[in-house]
């Protein structure tokens, strides 16, 4: 232990040392070294981290990765990562010069002889402020600001106050990360020169704290957020490794051995990257397994990547000829993945289905069109008890072979009902969904509904309300009886049975169920009590709901009614609980948010499992044919009833899509800052099925029947049938694009024009 003399003298020097350094750094004759030793601090941090997540990613993607060769594959991708790492470190070197020698000229002007700490404060504070009035006016700098004030405005208690004051906001946002990053500078640099004890604490906290912003960035919704969480956990990572990295080697890092040791060790290197840089140009298109992970599952990867895309955008409309971005030709912007097809121009414009042409458009229709069936003359008017439920995914229902016995009241309607065992959705989130499977179509075509069409031709028709202000703009036609008191789906099962019980008989009804128990957030119930994972509470309310139906059931039994009421159970998406790294919905086109329970009991027929591939668009063309009703030919979605009946048919292919966007429900649609992303989806009856993210301009395939998990990518394996599926999803798509009318209520992700009133679980 050094006595206190001897302390002092140490402290003495250490400060010493480093006004040296200091003074050494910001001299003209080390401008270069000093900015050189940046860029290798870029350069380590982004190896660093590109280690991790190397390492991580071969845990995590066990099951995806089909050889050890495609594992090495994915590691010389990352090449990309040092690279941009030694760019923005090079970036960094010259900022912090010039912030710098601006501060110097300004505390030189605020104070005649040497600054005190007073006019250093004050000049840190004037170069932070010009620094973030001229990053805020790059849009990427920019866009990441609003989107981090979009999350915070919808806090309750931050709305008003940042709706107001937006712009200023984005320039002391930015200004505070730039304050923030000089005095992590500060720090590190004094770190570098204190006791081994002090900066053995800073290296652990440092890590700790990089730990924790990599997981955040590769286990919280990776999906979403990527232009506010995710954009500022890949930054705040990359800035704390270069702080480590700078910690750990506290000289130079150009200092290190003998310069012809660094000019062959520098040639070795820069040989490898350059060589891996070439292999990641050359193939990365080719394998769509690796293409589709690294966009969808790695954090630091697709940052680089997504950099260099946006470098390599010649034409700047969003997308890029170069690492597989999609774009057809760099040199015109009406040529891209995200533009839209324009009929008999002979031009290709997203680059999936080839030009479009006013046939092309006709042909997919009358593929629907041909398939319409005539209602039966004189059909019997069946009652119509139609059960919307939401975010109710089919695998958890032990209807459908779930392990738990989580709906023994729907096992009993199944087992005297048509189930069937590959239902979908067209669209994982309830305000896309909706208007489809209202109108039968697959974009909202604005033509009448089934619950309208069931009121004109004399059904009592009466909705049970929650969530009511969503479900009005689409299910129009039907009376809204005043919500239950306590506004639970128990209370709608009460209420549905009083009416029931009371109105009169000499017309049919059609009763219109909706329940949001089994969407998040999800409320333990003490008779249905599986555990406290989210996923046992997702199944407590299954089990919960799957209850009160068995209330309604029970009374359809004694009333004497299971006899003359059609029963239709549904679901508009699916629920993600943990698979990809997903808790929610609205975010993917895989199993977990697209396959759906569908059950139709319609009395007289067979009971019957149906393993065709269905959508619920199909819904209101079945329920109408069962009543004896047409339904209108603009309809995409067909009459299920010859599967129900055990007649031959063939069903057309399954379509579905899917829009991303973080929106905020303060602001107009031309103020957000983040582009709408969309992903589409095609499943053949041969069990196929094709997933396209026209944002990263990838492919998936896969078969059902054999990988329901949708694990084993086959789109390079089995090229004649991705071709042929990647043909037909791209005419859909150009079809949707074309034939969606401009005021789609689809635009309406968020909350709608009409508001949206949390209601009672």
Known sequence: ?????????????????????KESLESPGTLWGSIRDYALLGLGAALLLAGVEFVDLNFTLTPIFRSFSERLLLGSYFCLNLIGGLVLGLCLGIFVHTFLVLKTIIERGLSRSTPGLGHKSIAVVIVSALAAFILNQQPQIRG???????????????????????RSVSYLL??????GCSL??????????????????WILILTLVIAVAYYIDSRFETPLYAASVHRSMFLAATALSMSLIATVFRTKLANHGSRNSQMTVGAIISALIIAAVVNTFVNFDKNQNLKTQLFSRTTQAKQYFKLTQWA????????????????SDDTRSDINPGHPEIIDDSIDNNGIGGALTAQGVEDWKLEHDSLHVEPPVNGRRFNVIYIFIDALRADHLSAYGYGRKTSPNLDKLAARSALFENAYTPAPNTFEALPKFTQGTYWDAHIETWPEIMSRNGYNA???????????RHVRGMKVLAPSRDGTFEGSIDSAIETLSSISTDRPFCAYLYSTDTHRPYRPHAEFHYGSSLTDLYDGEIAYLDFQLGRLFDWMETAGRMSDTVIVIMADHGESLGERGVFKHSTLLYNEQTHVPMIIHVPGLEARSIKDYVSTIDLGPTMLHAVGLDYPRECAGVSLLPLMQGRPFAHPPVYGEQTTQELSPFVRREQYVSPEQKKYMIITQDGFKLIYNRDSYTFELFDLKSDPHEIRNLYDLQPQQA???????????DV??????????????????????????
């Open 723 to 733: 071709a042929e599926m990647k043909s037909r999803l791209g005419r859909f798509i």
């Open 462 to 472: 009466i909705m049970f309300p929650r969530r009511i202000s969503t479900l009005r």
């Open 736 to 761: 949707v694009t074309v034939s969606r009318p401009w005021d789609a209520d689809e635009s309406q992700y968020f909350f709608g024009p009409t508001g949206e009133v949390r209601e009672a679980k």
């Open 174 to 179: 930015v200004m505070g990360v730039v304050i």
């Open 144 to 166: 990441h600001a609003f989107e981090i004030i979009r999350e915070a405005e919808k806090l309750e208690s931050l709305t008003n106050t940042l709706l107001n004051h937006e």
């Open 184 to 201: 992590l500078w500060i720090a590190t640099r004094r770190m570098s020169f204190v006791g081994a004890a002090k900066r053995g604490i």
């Open 1 to 21: 232990m050094r006595a206190p003399t001897d302390q002092h003298s140490f402290d003495l020097q250490q400060a010493s040392e480093f006004k040296t350094k």
């Open 312 to 327: 390599l955008d010649l034409d700047r409309d969003g997308y890029s000829a170069f690492l597989g971005g999609g774009d």
